[in-house]
């Protein structure tokens, strides 16, 4: 019934936000990509988004469908790129920092488990500047870590900027302390949120310290702190804390680092492309599919969320 190249332009609308800027990403021109999602509607008999002279969101049905659209063509690049590649085998030894760990780990390390099932994939999830220790001695063969941006070597995947975060309902009371929800050090958000807090001679204080993504972003949708995050991170429940007199923020780079004391092993060369692939894909404004929902006001609603 589905057309995957329907499919495909449906999905890109809804993660673009837009016609135009699907059809580039699409290499297409935006009439083509209108008529296409018109045939996709016409095919299925309903609706999939909901189209104003100043946003676009989607319906109801066009939220179900796009779960069920994203796996068909994720089973059809697997296929694919499973039947066309060179057979991999060996061991990869791959570490993450914790952004990555509810985000896209799972999606990529997953599909590369069934293109590559000979590949012994192990994954560590760390701090970054332990992974990078345990890349420079051999322990693990890539690494996909953050740091501060124009940091040498590696290479970056994606530069976003760090934003103040915090949950629907905190009201900081003037001259009172910043509460800081924040990572252990060494950390770049943490550097980077107590030095533009001691630049602006602001008073800060530390309510909740935790060395992992969803520990910080939980303590600032509660309500207790705001959290420094890459704005891709700005997952669902979260704001941006604008108008509230905090300092800006610098910008973060993520980076993939492979062992340099020896060749990089083919698979993980074909590992670091899935990455690179994926974030090429996904602007950081755009690559979190809560923060897309959390977007579209319809959705918002019936989390309860105004």
């Keep these: 019934m589905f057309d995957p190249d329907l499919l495909r332009a449906f999905v890109t ?13 699409l290499n297409s021109t935006q009439s083509t990509v209108s008529h296409q999602i018109k ?69 990529i390390l997953g599909r590369f488990r069934r293109i590559h099932p000979d590949v012994h994939l192990t ?19 890539l690494a996909l870590v953050r740091r501060k941006a124009g940091e040498a070597g590696g290479e970056v995947v994606f530069r976003d900027r760090i934003v103040w975060a915090a949950g629907p309902d905190l009201r900081l009371e003037p001259g009172a302390p910043v509460p800081l929800a924040l990572f252990p050090q060494p950390c770049v958000y943490r550097a980077a949120a ?3 807090l001691e630049r602006a001679g602001r008073a800060w204080e530390v309510v909740y310290a935790c060395p992992s993504l969803t520990g910080v972003q939980a303590a ?5 702190a705001v959290t420094p995050l890459a704005e891709r991170f700005l997952a669902f429940g979260l704001r941006r804390a604008d108008g509230a007199g905090l300092p800006d923020l610098p910008d973060v780079e993520f980076a993939l ?43 918002r609603a019936r989390a309860g969320f105004r």
Excluded at 68 to 85: C, M, N
Excluded at 270 to 289: C, H, N, T
């Design 194 to 196: 107590l030095g533009a």
């Design 257 to 299: 680092y492979s062992a340099a004391s020896k060749r990089v092993a083919p698979a993980a060369r074909v590992l670091g492309e899935m990455f690179r692939s994926w974030f090429a894909q996904r602007p950081a404004a755009e690559g979190d599919p809560e923060l897309l929902m959390w977007r579209n006001p319809a959705a």
């Design 39 to 107: 045939r996709l509607e016409r095919q299925a008999g309903r609706t999939f988004l909901n189209r104003t002279t100043r946003a676009l969101s989607l319906t109801e049905d066009g939220e179900i469908l796009i779960g069920y659209a994203r796996r068909f063509l994720q089973l059809i690049e697997d296929a694919t790129e499973h039947l066309g590649s060179p057979k991999l085998g060996g061991v990869l030894r791959f570490g993450a920092s914790d952004d990555f760990a509810a985000q896209c780990l799972p999606e």
């Design 220 to 224: 600032a949708r509660a309500g207790l």
């Design 123 to 141: 994954a560590e999830i760390g701090v970054s500047r332990t992974l990078t220790e345990r890349l420079g001695a051999g322990d693990l063969d």
């Design 13 to 25: 609308v809804a993660d673009c936000g837009g016609f135009s800027r699907a059809a580039e990403r």
